[in-house]
Structure formats: structure tokens, C-alpha cells
């Protein structure tokens, strides 16, 4: 398995609250409005559970939850790939306003794949954590 983390991001507000957000991914939504993920992304659906998505010289992929620890982790499976991927989004609440968040990725990849779209998910990794800092930020402040 290779594992790929983001950044740690920031957001202004208690890990209750940013959890009920990402817990529920038709929270998302609001993500399809972002030019940044338009130019990257397309054909954007999202229920409860689940997400899907289409990307360039990829086709189209998609999440599932699998996993809920209530204020501090969403574990979720990757499907419509030919490789085994989960991921997962962690949180860590620093005091009442200030809650840490960070993405795991981790992926069965054989190495001629892995050399093809290893810079891509390293990435990819950071750009999601990024949209979705800035998405759940948005969210809270509307």
C-alpha cells in the first residue's frame, strides 16, 4: 500500500460542527460552484453516503463512507477504479474555534501505475484537502 497525506488545514470552528459537515456528503454540493474544481472535476453527484465524479484520462470514480468516529474521523472507500484506494479525513479540534484536518490516501497501486499517477495523487491529495477546507469554511460562514 502507498500512502499519500495533504497538508494540514486549518478551519475556524469546533470539530462538532466540521465533522457534521463532512459526515454528511450531500454537505458537498457546494463544491460544484468552485471554478477550481470545475476545471478538474465534472459530472458531480453526491447522496448521503456517497459521492461520484468524472476526471480526465481517468473516467469516472467514486466514495463511499464506510466509516463514521463521531468528531474525529470519516473513513470512506474508493470505487469505479481498477485498484484498491481508501481514504480517510481526520480531525483534530486544537481549541473551541480551531480544528486541524487532514487526508490520508492509501492505495494498492502496481508499479506501473504508480509511477504514472503517483505525482498526480500527491497532487490531487492536497487539492481536495484545500477545496474542502475552503468548502467547509464557506459553509459555516453562510
Known amino acids: 500500500?502507498?500512502?499519500?497525506?495533504?497538508?494540514?488545514?486549518?478551519?475556524?470552528?469546533?470539530?462538532?460542527?466540521v465533522f457534521g459537515l463532512i459526515s454528511d456528503l450531500n454537505n458537498l454540493q457546494l463544491l460544484?460552484?468552485?471554478?477550481?474544481v470545475q476545471e478538474k472535476l465534472s459530472d458531480l453527484t453526491f447522496d448521503t453516503d456517497s459521492c461520484t465524479f468524472s476526471v480526465d484520462m481517468l473516467g469516472k470514480v467514486g466514495f463511499?463512507?464506510?466509516?463514521?468516529?463521531p468528531f474525529s474521523t470519516v473513513k470512506m472507500e474508493v470505487f469505479d477504479v481498477p485498484v484498491q484506494?481508501?481514504?480517510?479525513?481526520?480531525?483534530?479540534?486544537?481549541?473551541?474555534?480551531?480544528t486541524k484536518?487532514?487526508?490520508t490516501l492509501k492505495a494498492e497501486l502496481p508499479m506501473m501505475?504508480?509511477?504514472?499517477?503517483?505525482?498526480?495523487?500527491k497532487e490531487g491529495i492536497n487539492?481536495?484537502?484545500?477545496?474542502?477546507?475552503?468548502?467547509?469554511?464557506?459553509?459555516?460562514?453562510s
Not at 500500500?1 to 460542527?17: D, F, L, N, Q, R
Not at 487539492?127 to 460562514?141: C, F, V
Open 1 to 17: 500500500m502507498t500512502t499519500y497525506e495533504s497538508e494540514v488545514k486549518t478551519i475556524a470552528s469546533g470539530a462538532e460542527m
Open 85 to 98: 484506494m481508501n481514504f480517510w479525513i481526520q480531525l483534530k479540534q486544537v481549541s473551541d474555534n480551531d
Open 113 to 121: 501505475i504508480k509511477m504514472m499517477v503517483d505525482s498526480k495523487l
Open 127 to 141: 487539492l481536495i484537502a484545500g477545496y474542502l477546507a475552503d468548502g467547509i469554511t464557506k459553509k459555516l460562514n
Open 32 to 36: 460544484k460552484d468552485d471554478p477550481r
Open 64 to 69: 463511499r463512507i464506510v466509516e463514521r468516529e
Open 101 to 103: 484536518m487532514k487526508l
